[in-house]
């Protein structure tokens, strides 16, 4: 098959999820494409066209790292190719990890991908899900509460005062729109600084109010979801446990949280159960979920990672097995034509 990443930005990618992925779609002989948001060409009366990058295919790649040394070597590939030319277009790129002055980029991989989508290319994540689940923390909203934590959405500083004062003073405060833990705070009734604290996030946009979960001292678990389910291999399932470095209540391995092992717990087993069933409809293919004990505290459809840190604690190459799927979902597209939508083929097992 030919499938196209959409990355951020091929220049300054880093070695994780993605590149793990491409390395195993190049090693089980597909041609592979990578492409920066910045990269899509659109007339009117022709097939979007992308300028891509793409490591020659004989190119012997041991390793993610070594496959993306040579993405971005000078030997590396440069090709335009049309939307009609390609199966996948497996978006990859993270809004939330744009620089200032970069703001174009947000949304450009998630428009183009709705009209590639319209051109009959294979979308993955489905490309009006995303659309739909582009403020992933909005979205979140939406699952039900049982499953979440108590919490506000606002601009309004009294609202937020309010809902301190209701969750006995101690809530986690953060940005509507962002990732990686950045300008996440923990708010007890010692915090002097609760106004200005509101104050720099409000500047960014909405804040979200989130009751303060205690079992967030032993880290949050990532769940890595595919068609809805845990994905599994060998037996083992795609889970890992951040753990929070000393005197850091954020579980972000940017942030230096270490990776260990975690079982399936009942509890985390009902938030799967009552999570798939939208992510099944809205096309969802792969998802990461982070859950503190019995509460799902974010979801993760634009671009969830960490499987770069599953061979730390002993758990399998998880790669082919996604890499796999979306091999049986183009055998279906091929086969069945138009008679299932990209939404539907986009979780299909």
Not at 150 to 170: A, C, G, H, M
Not at 250 to 260: C, E, P, V, W, Y
């Amino acid at each position: 098959m030919k499938i196209c990443f959409v990355l951020n930005d091929i220049e300054n990618e880093s070695c994780g999820t993605s590149v793990m992925l491409m390395t195993m779609a190049h090693s089980r002989g597909h041609e592979v494409y990578a492409m920066g948001v910045g990269d899509f060409n659109f007339h009117h009366d022709a097939p979007i066209s992308i300028n891509s990058t793409q490591i020659p295919k004989n190119t012997k790649t041991k390793s993610p790292k070594k496959f993306l040394e040579a993405l971005q070597s000078s030997k590396a590939r440069k090709k335009k190719i049309t939307a009609k030319t390609l199966d996948v277009l497996f978006i990859r790129n993270n809004p939330t990890e744009e620089d200032s002055g970069r703001e174009w980029a947000e949304q450009a991989g998630v428009a183009f991908g709705r009209m590639m989508q319209q051109q009959g290319v294979l979308v993955l994540n489905d490309a009006y899900a995303l659309s739909n689940a582009f403020i992933d923390k909005l979205y979140f909203e939406e699952l039900p509460a049982e499953i979440k934590p108590d919490s506000l959405i606002t601009r309004n500083k009294e609202d937020i005062l309010k809902f301190w004062e209701k969750n006995n003073k101690k809530i986690v405060l953060k940005p509507l729109e962002g990732s990686g833990g950045q300008n996440v705070f923990l708010v007890d009734e010692n915090e002097k600084n609760i106004n200005q604290i509101i104050e720099t996030i409000s500047q960014q946009g909405y804040v979200i109010a989130q009751e303060f979960l205690p079992a967030v001292k032993d880290g949050d678990v990532r769940i890595i979801l595919m068609n809805g389910r845990v994905m599994v291999k060998d037996g083992k399932q795609a889970i890992i446990r951040r753990v929070s470095g000393e005197g850091e209540f954020r579980s972000n391995f940017a942030l230096g949280a270490t990776a260990d092992s975690s079982d399936l717990t009942p509890e985390m087993q009902r938030i799967v159960d009552l999570t798939a069933p939208k992510l099944i409809r809205d096309g969802l293919f792969f998802v990461g979920l982070d859950v503190v004990k019995d509460k799902l505290i974010e979801i993760n459809v634009l671009s969830p990672g960490g499987m770069e840190h599953f061979k730390d604690i002993g758990l399998p190459e998880f790669s082919d097995t996604v890499i796999e799927a979306i091999e049986r979902k183009v055998e279906y597209k091929n086969l069945y034509g138009h008679q299932f939508t990209n939404r539907e083929i986009a979780c299909m097992e």
